[in-house]
């Protein structure tokens, strides 16, 4: 029987049935394999997400829709996928040892790692709000599980309860939102939603329904003041867990506010603009400002990630004003443009230089020591003079520092809202990135200054000074030589606008 008579163009869809399959193939395994073939499922696991990598770049360029329009395979789509899948196999290759000090000996750690991934795949095909929202749920369900993954730790519990309890009342006001836009415009295909807001206009209901996806995504991306899971989560969940949901996620939950507000709602967009104006204002500064009393590494960095989602939001808001609507249509300008290369481009910066820093923290880790306090950094920079430079390496990036990949992201996205005209915008993200630099050099000054409380060794581990050596060189390389990758950014524009 052929199936692609029931499922037109199949083909777009290789990438995420592959997965599902393997994703299902390690949950059998899981069953017949005893504690001691652990690195099997590890093993496994990498296999399957390079293969998976591979079908992805041989069907690159293979653009089109499927399911009744609700599915688009386009180059922003594979953009992410990609991303995706890079912060999958960097996470496998981190967790091994780090997985066995913490005793986490479970093959369905990885396969949540792919399910998430899965839902992630979902999330940035959506063509359909309720695409997304089905992908949102399944990438979600899964890093509740994982941010619980260390049954035995108070903290990992109390965490995963947090976060689960306030990411399902989330979730229920994303799809409130949902469903008021629908019987607004009787559709949830992203393109007709544009349509019916630019035929009909846009009535009290269809802009509660707008703010209350606002409101939804605005948890996924841990957004001021829906942010108050992310330090307890990022805190309590394994590390090599809060380094994949710093990056991942977050970029899956970007990849949803691309889709629907440069799309769907842009008709509306005089309506929900100075709101996204607001949330990446105060996340700016407030995930600055918390971030300067924090002595814990990881929720230090929990702090910077949300001050990050403020810096990207800002690309999403100078789109939004840049975006011309007039008779009937939406006319996206070059400056228009420029505002969502320059989102793409930061999601692919941050990816590595915060993967990298939570490298250097899951490096510190031994029987003995936790490795998440800055006062374990101190003297770094005297035992492990390499380590120390790479933490200094991706603190710099993070900081927004020349010539590091991080610089880049901010310039692309502060020239974006200028260009907008968004000036106090820009002076809030310049004046907030100038507060990060004290809490980012209070590491630094722990590895180069301060002397060492104890002696300690790091983590022996290939893998994971392999996923170092790869963030190191992309943080570096993406800053001194941007183009290529601001071009693939260019070239991930919506195929089909």
Request: glycine share 8%; proline share 3%; net charge positive.
């Amino acid at each position: 029987m052929d199936i692609s008579a029931f499922i037109p163009e199949i083909d777009l869809i290789y990438p995420e049935v592959f997965l599902a399959l393997w994703s299902f193939f390690l949950l059998c395994a899981g069953i017949f394999l005893s504690k001691k073939d652990y690195n099997v499922i590890s093993v496994t696991t990498l296999i399957g997400l390079v293969a998976t990598a591979i079908i992805l770049v041989l069907n690159f360029n293979n653009y089109g829709t499927t399911f009744s329009d609700a599915f688009i395979a386009d180059g922003f789509s594979n953009f992410f996928k990609v991303l995706f899948i890079i912060a999958g196999i960097l996470t496998v290759l981190m967790s091994g040892k780090y997985n066995a000090i913490e005793g986490i000996v479970k093959g369905e750690y990885y396969v949540l790692i792919c399910f998430s991934i899965l839902g992630m795949f979902i999330i940035s095909s959506g063509n359909d709000l309720m695409v997304i929202y089905i992908g949102i749920e399944l990438m979600a369900l899964s890093i509740y599980a994982l941010v619980g993954f260390k049954k035995r730790d108070i903290r990992s519990n109390e965490a995963a309860l947090k976060y689960f309890v306030l990411g399902a009342f989330s979730s229920g006001i994303l799809l409130y939102g949902i469903s008021l836009l629908y019987g607004e415009t009787s559709s949830t295909n992203i393109l007709e939603v544009q349509t019916a807001l630019l035929q009909n206009g846009f009535s009290r209901l269809s802009i509660l329904g707008i703010v209350l996806i606002i409101v939804g995504l605005a948890f996924k991306i841990a957004a001021v003041p829906f942010h108050l899971w992310c330090p307890d989560a990022y805190d309590g969940a394994p590390t090599a867990i809060t380094a994949f949901m710093s990056v991942a996620p977050k970029a899956a939950g970007f990849a949803a506010f691309l889709r629907i507000f440069t799309i769907a709602v842009i008709p509306a967009k005089d309506k929900w603009f100075i709101l996204l104006w607001l949330l990446s204002a105060f996340t700016m500064i407030i995930g600055n400002v918390l971030a300067v009393a924090q002595d814990n590494v990881k929720r230090l960095l929990a702090y910077s990630s949300i001050a990050h989602a403020g810096y990207a939001l800002m690309g999403i808001v100078a789109a939004g004003k840049l975006v011309q609507v007039a008779d009937g249509r939406v006319i996206f300008s070059e400056e228009g443009r420029l505002a969502v290369y320059a989102v793409l481009f930061y999601m692919l910066a941050y990816t590595f230089m915060n993967l990298g820093a939570f490298t250097v923290v899951i490096f510190l880790r031994n029987n003995s020591l936790r490795g998440d306090r800055i006062a374990d950094f101190s003297g770094l920079a005297r035992i492990k003079p390499f380590y120390a430079a790479a933490m200094g390496i991706f603190l710099l990036s993070l900081m927004g520092i020349p010539p590091m990949a991080g610089f880049v992201g901010k310039f692309y996205i502060f020239g974006a809202a200028i260009k907008a005209k968004l000036y106090y915008l820009a002076v809030i993200g310049i004046l907030t990135s100038a507060v990060s630099v004290y809490y980012y050099f209070k590491i630094i000054k722990a590895m180069y200054i301060d002397k060492p409380s104890e002696r300690f060794s790091l983590l022996v581990s290939k893998p994971l000074a392999l996923v170092l050596v790869v963030s190191m060189i992309m943080t570096l390389l993406i800053g001194l030589y941007p183009g290529p990758f601001l071009n693939l950014a260019r070239e991930s524009f919506f195929i089909f606008m």
